[in-house]
């Protein structure tokens, strides 16, 4: 195994020495980077010998593993009288300050993130299953490296009570403690962090979304962890809205490398076997967050460029009964030409519309995954089909169609008075996409 630590990601080394060893410790912003590579490889002696070599993994061991995604700080424990020496002569070559000594740091166990602890936090977050945005919060404050199990615990009676007495105030509070723990000074215990939050803003409500807007949660997805942000105001889509009231059950998840920036790979790694194991088995097999299981859902073509995809917990609508991704996918149009080809599959999806149904004669001028504001509704007699542009023998379904002006100046309108910027609309009813001017 090889740890790969970038210099400019080191908060602050320490040395701290006990009565049995001298130990290094690395307060780090980020994870390392953990690669794998065989030593007993057979090597060629063709240039191919020094290319895709190393596994990028996420943890050292299948112990590691389980603690992985909530401690990554690092402990060097030195054997021998010169080590610290050499240490320091490292960080001078690599331009690192060099560590402050004489810092007692006790090392005990301490089992913080024991398979034991860690399913009390679950069951905890799924008794909170009717209230999820706080459980999402409480999430995040394990998963973003703020608390603790322990600390959790502590928490547990004042966070049980807020959501009791203030259930409409309760996750917005959660989401203003998340960020003000993660910046509190110095010296001040998480508990008293929570007891300023709750004097402050206790009572304060969250304000509604603008109209084309919701709260969306945003998962990052990297290497070794789970990052847990907002929930943010976000543009919405087609799909959002046709579930309107049912927002906190899609989730934006989107997948970087430890830094927050997209993936890289040096020549000597596989990236392409690290995407298959890490994206693809959140694609396949899903993930739990905060007691709800989520699956894979789609994705807009902008997103994709990102990196960022649509993840959904199946929920039980009022008028649609159950709702699941197989479901959405379903309605939003027929892809059985194109489901060899996932890549084309997704996209075609992601550009769909809403099949036209005798029972809702309105058709929404909106998209399905692409970001998009409301704008009028039309009734069915009010718009006709275009036959298709074919030549030898090959269909072209997309293209510029045309619009009347008073509708245009209508629709203008409208996204002026939700102060927005117009421009070419794209409509797609019944299964017919395109762009009109």
Request: proline share 5%; aromatic share 10%; with cysteine.
């Amino acid at each position: 195994m090889i740890l790969v630590i970038n210099v400019s990601m080191v908060l602050i080394p320490q040395t701290s020495e006990s009565r049995i060893s001298l130990d290094i410790c690395l307060d780090l912003f980020t994870p390392p980077i953990i690669e794998r590579e065989d030593i007993n490889r057979t090597l060629t002696g063709e240039w191919s010998d020094t290319k895709n070599y190393r596994d990028r993994v996420g943890a050292l061991h299948p112990g590691h593993e389980k603690i992985a995604p909530y401690a990554h700080h690092i402990r060097i424990i030195l054997s021998e009288p010169g080590d610290l020496d050499r240490f320091k002569q490292f960080c001078r070559i690599a331009e690192l300050r060099p560590p402050f000594e004489g810092v007692r740091i006790e090392a005990t166990c301490q089992g913080f993130f024991t398979s034991k602890q860690l399913a009390w936090v679950q069951r905890w977050l799924t008794s909170l299953s009717s209230n999820w945005r706080v459980a999402f919060q409480i999430d995040a404050l394990l998963r973003n490296g703020i608390a603790n199990t322990k600390e959790l615990e502590v928490l547990r009676p004042r966070i049980d009570e807020l959501v009791l007495r203030h259930r409409t105030s309760a996750a917005s509070i959660m989401r203003f403690f998340v960020t003000r723990a993660m910046t509190r000074p110095p010296g001040q215990t998480i508990q008293k962090c929570f007891e300023l939050v709750l004097k402050e803003k206790l009572g304060n409500v969250r304000p509604e979304a603008p109209a084309g807007r919701f709260y969306c949660h945003h998962v990052t997805v990297t290497p070794t962890r789970l990052i847990l942000e907002g929930p943010n105001i976000l543009q919405s889509n087609r799909v959002i809205r046709e579930y309107d009231g049912y927002e906190d059950n899609f989730i934006r998840v989107d997948f970087r490398d430890e830094d927050r920036l997209q993936y890289r790979w040096d020549r000597e790694v596989d990236g392409a076997n690290f995407v298959r194991y890490r994206v693809g088995d959140f694609l396949k097999d899903g993930f739990k967050l905060a007691g709800k299981d989520f699956t894979f859902l789609a994705y807009s073509q902008s997103a994709l460029r990102e990196h960022a995809v649509w993840f959904v917990s199946s929920f039980e609508h009022a008028t649609k009964g159950p709702v699941n991704a197989h479901t959405i996918r379903s309605s939003l149009g027929d892809f059985s030409g194109c489901i060899s080809s996932p890549s084309k599959y997704a996209a075609r999806m992601a550009v769909s519309w809403l099949r036209l149904c005798q029972a809702f004669p309105l058709i929404a001028f909106q998209q399905a995954f692409t970001a998009t504001d409301p704008s009028v509704k039309i009734h069915r007699l009010q718009w006709s089909e275009m036959p298709d542009i074919v030549e030898n023998g090959v269909m072209f379904s997309d293209g510029v169609g045309t619009i009347s002006e008073d509708l245009g100046d209508l629709i203008w309108q409208t996204l002026c008075n939700a102060r927005r910027d117009g421009g070419a609309h794209a409509v797609k009813p019944s299964a017919v996409s395109g762009f009109t001017t």
